[in-house]
C-alpha cells in the first residue's frame, strides 16, 4: 500500500452512529481505526434526531415479553417489505439476527442504553408479526460535559434535558396527568441541579451519539472533523483507502461508507424525486451524496433513489431558520385534524407512517395537486394541542398576518381561502364527521391501529386518534414532505459489502445506514427503523472485515 500519508486498519466515512459501532467492534478486535467527517461536527444526523433504535427481539423486550421471537420479526418485515435491491428476506434475516447482537455488545462497550417505551408501536403493528407495545431502544439521558475539549465537537440535538425521549414526549400533555406533572417537575429539578453542577444534559440522538463518542475516544478511534472524501482509492479492483484534502489514508481492512444522503443536494432530488426540496430536509449540511456518486463510479450499484424518510412539516414564519423545521405529523395525526389536498378532499390516513405520509402526498400530487396539502382543525384542537409543535395560541394573530394560518367562521369561508370548493371541503368534512361519530374511518381506517392510536391524544376517547371538526373558527395552514433522510443508495449484502451490478462484492468497500439502498425496502416498520440498520451493518461490516465472526 505505497503512495499513502498514513494507513489504518479501518478507515470510516461519516460519523454516523454505524461509524462508531463499527469503529468500536475494529477496537476490540484490536485494530486502528480513522473516523472522517466532512463537516465541523460529530454525529450526522442522528444526533438531530430522536435517537430511537428499531431492534425487535433485543433483550429489554425479551425481559418485559418473553413471547417476543426472531420469527415474529422476520414474519413482520416480511409482511410490510417489499422484496428490492437492497431488501431482500436473507437480508431481513440477517437483520434481526444481528441487531440483538449489537445492541449487546454496545452495552459491552458502556453505552447506556434501555427500552423506549412500553408504548411505541410498530408503525404497522396490525401486520403478522407487528408488535402493539415497542421494539425500540434508546440511549439514557447523557451529560455533555464528560466529553470534555470533545464537548463542542458533538453536533447538536434538540432535547437539553435529563429525561427519557418518551416521558419528554409527554410533556405536551401536561395538566392532564399527575405522573406527567411529577415527571416534568422531576425534570426541571434537574435541569438547575445540572446547571449548578456545570452539567449539560441531552437526550435522543444526541444522548446517543455523546454516548457513542466517548465510547469510543476512550477504545482509541481516531475522529477528524472538516475531512471531506473526495474519492475512493481502488487497486487491483480493492479499495484500499480515500483521498481527502488532507492527504491520501490507506485501509488495509477496508472502507465503510456511512457518509449519510443526499437530502441536502437539490439537483438529486430533482433527478430521483422531483417535487421534493433540499429546505424541506431536517438533515445536517453535509447531506450532499458525495460518496453516492463515487461508490457508482467504481462499479456499485445505486438502488431505491427515489425513496426517502418522510417527515411532513409546516412552512409557519421562520420555519426553515430553525434548527428542526415544525413538525406536522403530531398535527394531523390528533382529533379534530384533517390533511386535504388543493381541492378539499382527504387522501390518506393521517395516522400512518411518516414515512408513508410523505410517500402518498407525492403520489397523490401526481394526479392531484396536493404539495402543499392543507391540514384542516377546528377551535377544539386549537385549544388543545400545538400547532408545528409550537402550543401558544398566542401566535395565531401573527401567523394570521403574515399569511401562514388561514382562519374563518365556516369551512366554506375557510375553503375560499385555501383556494379550493367550498361545497368539497364541506362534504369532506361532513364526511369526516360521520366517521367519528360511527367510531370508524371508513375511508382509510384511521385510529384501528394501536399506531394511530399512539399518535393521537391518551386523553381523549372513545378513540384517541379521532375527533369531530365541527366547532369555529376553523383553520389550514399549509403541510409538504419533508424528510429526514433520503432513503436510497449502494446495494449490500448481507455482510455489508457494496456490490456490483452482477452481485460480486467489490472487495475493501462496505456502506451502511443511508448511504445505501435500505433494508426495509420502502418501508419504514417502526421508529427507528434507518439508525437500527445503519448501528447493525455497521457492526456486521466491521466483524467481517476484522474475520472475528460471532467472537463480537
Known amino acids: 500500500m ?27 478486535a484490536g485494530k486502528s481505526v480513522l473516523i472522517v467527517e466532512k463537516t ?54 440477517a437483520y434481526v439476527a444481528e441487531a440483538p447482537k449489537m445492541v449487546d455488545f454496545l452495552i459491552a462497550q458502556g453505552i447506556a442504553l434501555e427500552r423506549g417505551s412500553n408504548f411505541w408501536p410498530d408503525y404497522y403493528d396490525d401486520a403478522p408479526g407487528g408488535c402493539s ?41 401536561l395538566g392532564k396527568s399527575r405522573a406527567i406533572a411529577w415527571s416534568f417537575l422531576k425534570t426541571g429539578v434537574g435541569m438547575t441541579m445540572g446547571k449548578l453542577l456545570g452539567q449539560h444534559w441531552v437526550a435522543a440522538g444526541a444522548a446517543l451519539q455523546g454516548r457513542m463518542l466517548q465510547a469510543s475516544l476512550k477504545a482509541g478511534v481516531e475522529l477528524r472533523t472538516d475531512c471531506p472524501v473526495t474519492e475512493l482509492i481502488v487497486e487491483d479492483g480493492k479499495v484500499t483507502g480515500v483521498v481527502m484534502p488532507q492527504g ?28 421534493t426540496r433540499a429546505e424541506w430536509s431536517n438533515t445536517p449540511e453535509g447531506d450532499t451524496g458525495d460518496l453516492h456518486a463515487e461508490m457508482e463510479r467504481i462499479g456499485g450499484v445505486l438502488a431505491q433513489m427515489d ?36 381541492s378539499g378532499v382527504r387522501y390518506m390516513n393521517e395516522g400512518g407512517s411518516y ?42 394573530a401573527m401567523w394570521k398576518s403574515a399569511g401562514y394560518l388561514k382562519e374563518a367562521a365556516s369551512p366554506e369561508d375557510l375553503a375560499v381561502q385555501i383556494g379550493c370548493d367550498p361545497a368539497t371541503l364541506r362534504a369532506t368534512l ?30 381523549h376517547g372513545p378513540n384517541p386518534a379521532l375527533g369531530r371538526i365541527d366547532t369555529g373558527p376553523f383553520y389550514a395552514v399549509e403541510v409538504v414532505p419533508g424528510d429526514v433522510s433520503t432513503y436510497g443508495g449502494a446495494v449490500t449484502d448481507a455482510h455489508g459489502r ?18 445505501t439502498a435500505s433494508v426495509m425496502g420502502g418501508v419504514y416498520p417502526g421508529a427507528g427503523a434507518s439508525i437500527g440498520p445503519s448501528l447493525t451493518f455497521g457492526y456486521v461490516a466491521a466483524k467481517h472485515a476484522a474475520g472475528v465472526g460471532n467472537r463480537l
Open 307 to 342: 425513496q426517502m424518510v418522510g417527515y411532513q412539516l409546516t412552512t409557519m414564519p421562520g420555519w426553515d431558520r430553525g434548527y428542526v423545521k415544525p413538525p406536522a405529523q403530531g398535527m394531523t395525526g390528533k382529533p379534530h385534524a384533517i390533511l386535504v389536498d388543493q
Open 2 to 28: 505505497a503512495g499513502f500519508d498514513e494507513t489504518f486498519d479501518w478507515v470510516v466515512v461519516g460519523s454516523g452512529a454505524g461509524s462508531m459501532a463499527s469503529a468500536l467492534v475494529m477496537r476490540a
Open 355 to 396: 414515512e408513508l405520509y410523505c410517500q402518498t402526498m407525492r403520489e397523490r400530487n401526481a394526479i392531484a395537486p396536493a404539495i402543499p396539502s392543507w391540514a384542516i382543525f377546528d377551535a377544539t384542537y386549537a385549544k388543545r394541542y400545538p400547532v408545528g409543535g409550537v402550543k401558544m395560541k398566542k401566535y395565531y
Open 40 to 93: 465541523p461536527f460529530i454525529g450526522g444526523t442522528t444526533a438531530k434526531s430522536g435517537g430511537v433504535i428499531w431492534v425487535p427481539n433485543n433483550r429489554f423486550l425479551k425481559a418485559d415479553e418473553p413471547d417476543e421471537s426472531a420469527e415474529k420479526a422476520i414474519t413482520y418485515l416480511d409482511a410490510v417489505c417489499e422484496d428490492l435491491p437492497g431488501s431482500s428476506h436473507e437480508k431481513r434475516v
Open 133 to 173: 407495545t415497542s421494539r425500540t431502544v434508546v440511549a439514557k439521558p447523557f451529560n455533555k460535559k464528560e466529553l470534555g475539549a470533545w464537548e463542542g465537537k458533538l453536533r447538536q440535538g434538540f432535547m437539553h434535558m435529563k429525561v427519557k425521549l418518551d416521558d419528554g414526549m409527554k410533556f405536551a400533555y
Open 498 to 515: 457494496v456490490v456490483r451490478a452482477d452481485g460480486t462484492p467489490i472487495e475493501g468497500l462496505y456502506a451502511c445506514g443511508v448511504s
Open 248 to 275: 491520501r489514508i490507506g485501509a488495509r481492512l477496508g472502507v465503510l461508507v456511512n457518509a449519510g444522503g443526499y437530502a441536502q443536494n437539490q439537483a438529486m432530488r430533482d433527478k430521483y424525486m422531483p417535487g
Open 430 to 459: 361532513d364526511r369526516w364527521n360521520g366517521f367519528v361519530d360511527a367510531g370508524h374511518d371508513a375511508d382509510f381506517h384511521r385510529g384501528a391501529r394501536k399506531y394511530d392510536q399512539w399518535l393521537g391524544d391518551p386523553f
